[in-house]
């Protein structure tokens, strides 16, 4: 029998970003919030230490930061006539687990999502007709507006600490910046990182292409920075340990160095680690969480927290799980299209140009989480014809990189020998004169694509793996091959020696890692029927239980995730401060 | 020379008691080993003296003594790769070990029931056991010529191992350790002397770059002596 605690308030589970943001944000209405954290804690000093953090086998090759799937994992499959089986080690993305979440070893890279994304729909009927969208995509707007979330993207990157230049000031195009952005009230807090010699190429060569190129926006703090908070970042050292790593810095904008621990300076927060949430409990009606069960994994002991109000911030793929283990909402049936709960998974795309310049260095371990030069052109871009390519969504296209660390980082010629000694030879010529130009695809939503829960493969706890079916469906595939005859434009340009076939993935495989941008599977909307929370995030069956996180996404865009995702964390904080803990009930 | 090139630490081992191995003066090598002065001590705990054979001989295939490195072996990656297969990613931390056991597609990734020290030892078993029955000896005695065949054939699954074991995935885990072994900060074996770093031109683990980033963005090389975890502590 499980142990069952004195009540609280509101229990958060997860203790990511967006737990992070909530319990920030609701930590001064007084009421009592338990975070829920299924892994340990995490310090600058104790956990990101050099040299004990500049490790690539332990962090990058093993993961160490990250989600252990022994635990817990997902079952893989891409397409409903194949039998799903568990994804047995990381690889195609790395989700986080222990205070931070991904957040903790993310690379900084922040966008706000403007209406081409919010408005999807409307944008592309308006523009195409409904009919250029397949019946297979069920494509929809968000039910947000950009206006609505700009408060909350800048407030986001303040508190974060984002480096980079205003393309749009209140509708002014400003040079240096994105031109295709939302118009913003203010700039970046930080001016954009020094730019490195890739970016300097790829600034050159896409501008000569008539082009709009500027330094990709990203939480690597260019200065030494005091957040509104009054948390404290150092200025990024370029040290090419970012991604996967923590910061030792604290120039890494991360949950860890910012809103966790203001968080838990209130001491009407508590944080308890090494508890892992199985589900949310509901009343007999099924309409109203009444806490949450969890076991305590250092000993082992089942707990059950009772609260008003559940906030799920797992990360979008286990708040999906935790859905579907708890009975909230209408699970997904693909067959018939009936149910929400789980439909509208998508994923990133990708397509890279791999070029190598006889005589010049780019240094590739001078770096960090986000720098590097981007272009907008092929996705915000509204004036950037689809109708004659036939596709939805677009590709954000760069150069730059995160870091040159050799296990993972070593580009060699097309036919060079996979070791020996001309191997050797060419890795060490081409170490450090390699570039390569890399596309960022959208994922539209497709019926086939969706999460349910496995009928076989279990987790620790005996609870049923969340099961993920995906692939790129035709849509995204015309996008990514399109994407990959852009990158070798751009990349020509840069006027290489020699130059790898261009590379798009045909099928998703879970193995080499992609992106950790999974997006969907309880989306948020206007209507009961076919979103899974309102746009306050806040679920349509269950009312006292928000879902936070990229789950809440209708489908993925070319800009990475946690811009959207922090902005509507802060804007459900808000609504909950203001209106749901006055009135508790549906807020839409 | 027809003597395939044995790495001298297995042969030691193998050597123990047996007088004269042939053409191989192995005391001879014993100072330039220790004169290497390894981050990590000489000797193997995972590996059984066969299997030492083998991965010194896979290893000094893969990364020969040239201009640039001294050989695999030399470089520490044996060991490397037995500390790997020792310690707990080599019996599984981390990966996910419930049954049913399917194939799977190979999108779906790594799916055997073994640790990848498991996966190891089958793996050096079978591929000794195919040289075996096609050239009447184990793989460490094959010429290069007939190694590269044999590394070839099981990184492309062309190679049918005798105990059902898939080639690639065996060769996957192979290649992965060595490379591991080779870039690795050398504090776990390999990389002796940060010798793949100085290679490539990987600085390491000491980066303070803020300056930097602003110099050596017009393609020149930034020079520096690669700092190991071992240097800064
Ligand atoms: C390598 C990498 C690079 C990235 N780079 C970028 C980037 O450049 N730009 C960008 O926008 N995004 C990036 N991301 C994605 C970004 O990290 C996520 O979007 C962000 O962290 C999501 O916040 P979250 O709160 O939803 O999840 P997280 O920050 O992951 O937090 C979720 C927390 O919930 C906990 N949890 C999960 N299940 C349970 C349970 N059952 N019980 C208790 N606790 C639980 C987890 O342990 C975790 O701590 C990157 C991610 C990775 C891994």
């Known amino acids: ?588 | 020379m027809s003597q395939p090139k044995v790495g001298r630490r297995a042969l030691l081992l193998l050597a123990g008691g047996v007088a004269g191995t042939a053409g191989s003066p192995a005391a001879a090598q014993v100072p330039a080993a220790a004169a290497a002065s390894p981050a990590v001590p000489v000797g193997y705990t995972f590996l059984k003296p066969s299997e030492a054979v083998f991965v010194e001989a896979v290893v000094t295939h893969m990364i020969p003594a040239d201009e640039l490195t001294p050989d695999g072996v030399e470089l520490g990656i044996a060991t490397f790769i037995d500390r790997a297969l020792a310690g707990s990613w080599g019996k599984g931390d981390r990966l996910y070990m419930h049954g049913p056991w399917k194939t799977g597609t190979p999108n779906q990734g790594y799916q055997l029931p073994m640790t990848p020290a498991e996966l190891y030892r089958a793996g050096i078993a079978q591929t000794n056991a195919w040289c075996e029955t096609t050239h009447g000896k184990t793989f460490d005695r094959l010429t290069a010529t007939e190694k590269e065949t044999v590394l070839q054939d099981l990184s492309q699954a062309r190679l049918k191992l005798p105990g059902g074991l898939p080639a690639r995935a065996f060769f996957d885990v192979v290649y992965q350790t060595v490379m591991e072994g080779m870039f690795a900060d050398p504090i776990y074996g390999g990389n002796r002397d940060k010798a793949a770093w100085k290679m490539v031109g990987f600085p390491g683990v000491m980066a303070n770059n803020a300056q930097n980033i602003a110099i050596f963005n017009d393609g020149r090389r930034f020079p520096n002596e690669p700092v190991s975890i071992a240097d800064m502590s």
């Open chain 1, 1 to 588: 029998m499980a142990r069952r605690l004195p009540p609280v308030d509101i229990v958060i589970v997860g203790m990511g970003w967006t737990g992070g943001i909530m319990a920030r944000e609701l930590g001064p209405t007084g009421q009592k919030i338990v975070v829920l954290e299924r892994g340990g804690p995490r310090s600058t000093e104790e956990d990101f230490a050099v040299p004990l953090i500049r490790d690539e086998l332990r962090f990058a090759q093993r993961t160490d930061l990250m989600m252990d799937t022994a635990k817990d994992t997902v079952s893989v499959r891409n397409n409903p006539t194949e039998e799903a089986l568990p994804m047995r080690r990381l690889g195609s993305f790395l989700p986080g687990e222990g205070v931070g979440g991904a957040g903790a070893h993310w690379n900084g890279v922040s966008w706000r999502w403007a209406d081409h994304d919010l408005k999807i729909r409307s944008t592309y009927e308006a523009r195409y007709g409904a009919k250029f969208i397949p019946d297979d995509m069920p494509l929809c707007d968000w039910g947000v507006s950009y206006a609505e979330l700009e408060p909350y993207y800048e407030k986001f990157e303040y508190i974060a600490g984002v480096s980079g230049k205003a393309g749009n000031l209140r509708g002014r195009l400003q040079p240096g910046g994105n031109p295709f952005e939302g118009a913003r009230k203010r700039d970046y807090p930080l001016p954009p990182l020094t730019e490195n010699y890739a970016g300097r190429l790829f600034t050159e060569a896409t501008k000569g292409l008539g082009l709009h190129p500027f330094a990709r926006p990203t939480a690597n703090a260019s200065r030494p920075y005091v957040n509104p908070d009054g948390m404290q970042l150092g200025q990024c050292q370029y040290c090419g340990f970012c991604e996967r790593f923590g910061c030792e810095s604290n120039a890494k904008g991360s949950p860890n160095i910012t809103v966790i621990p203001v968080a838990l300076k209130n001491p009407n927060v508590e944080l308890r680690n090494w508890s892992w949430v199985q589900k949310v409990m509901l009343d007999s009606t099924g309409k109203k969480a009444v806490g949450v069960a969890y076991v305590n994994v250092q000993t082992g002991e089942e707990l059950e927290q009772p609260a008003d109000l559940v906030i799920l911030c797992a990360y979008g793929l286990s708040n999906v799980h935790l859905m579907l283990l708890s009975g909230i909402g209408k699970p997904y049936d693909p067959q018939s299209g009936v149910g929400v709960i789980g439909s509208h998974y998508a994923y990133q795309g990708t397509a890279s140009q791999q070029m190598f310049f006889e005589g010049k260095n780019f240094n590739p371990f001078l770096a960090t989480g986000g720098l590097g030069a981007i272009i907008d052109d092929y996705h915000a871009d509204q004036g950037f014809d689809r109708g004659p390519l036939g596709y939805i969504g677009g590709s954000t296209i760069t150069a730059g990189g995160s870091g040159g660390r050799p296990i993972g980082y070593r580009p060699t010629p097309a036919g060079t020998p996979a070791w020996g000694s001309d191997w050797k030879r060419a890795t060490a010529k081409w170490y450090q004169s390699a570039l390569s130009v890399n596309a960022l695809g959208a994922v539209m939503p497709h019926r086939q694509n969706f999460l349910d829960l496995d009928p076989t493969y279990r987790n620790r706890f005996g609870q049923p793996l969340l099961r993920m079916t995906f692939d790129f469906k035709d849509n995204d595939q015309k996008q990514n091959r399109h994407a990959a005859e852009l990158c070798t434009q751009i990349g020509k340009a840069m006027n290489p020696t020699r130059v790898n076939p261009a590379f798009y993935p045909r099928s998703w495989s879970v193995v080499p890692y992609q992106s950790t941008h999974n997006t969907g599977g309880a989306i948020m909307g206007r209507e009961p029927g076919t979103s899974a929370v309102n746009t306050w995030l806040q679920s349509w069956d269950v009312s006292n239980v928000f879902v936070v996180g990229a789950s809440a996404f209708p489908h993925n865009s070319a800009y990475n995730p946690t811009g959207p995702v922090a902005a509507l964390a802060y804007r459900t904080a808000e609504a909950i401060r203001d209106r749901y803990l006055k009135r508790p009930g549906l807020l839409a």
